[in-house]
């Protein structure tokens, strides 16, 4: 390859840096900026490697963490419509957990728990829809 070419793919590397997908980032365990944070859609991670995501996401759609090997959900997450943690291995939610629509825990510990038990465990947040516990399509 030649060394103009290499230079050009560094150049738009460094001046695209901050639109990388935050999917990407996490994959890479690449440091994010603070307006990667916020997804303006659904963020779809189901299946993938996930062992974490950065405090602070907001999710203005749904986030989806199916089948994926996270244990615990960060602070200060807030998701606009549907949370789907099902077939994963979280056992509580974090306080100050915020969203907008339903939660949906099938296959996972939090099944157990009452409606109340999990309102009252995301306090002072809220989950405004639905909990949902069977696999639905």
């Known amino acids: 390859m030649e060394i103009a070419t290499l230079k050009n793919i560094f ?10 997908s935050i999917k990407w980032k996490m994959m ?10 916020y997804v303006k859609g659904d963020f779809d991670l189901q299946g993938e490697d996930i062992q974490q995501l950065p405090d602070g996401l907001y999710v203005k759609g749904d986030l989806l963490l199916n089948s994926t090997p996270i244990k615990k959900l960060p602070k200060g997450l807030r998701v606009g419509d549907n949370l789907y ?5 979280i056992t509580s939610l974090p306080e100050g957990l915020q ?5 949906h825990i099938y296959d996972t510990t939090l099944a157990k728990l009452s409606d109340e038990e999990l309102r ?18």
């Open 85 to 89: 943690i099902q077939h994963t291995k």
């Open 11 to 20: 150049n738009f590397l460094e001046v695209n840096e901050k639109k990388l």
């Open 99 to 103: 969203v907008g629509g339903n939660l």
């Open 28 to 37: 890479n365990k690449i440091p994010f900026t603070k307006e990667q944070l």
């Open 120 to 137: 009252e465990m995301v306090k002072p947040g809220f989950i405004k829809g639905n909990i949902i516990r069977r696999k639905t399509r």
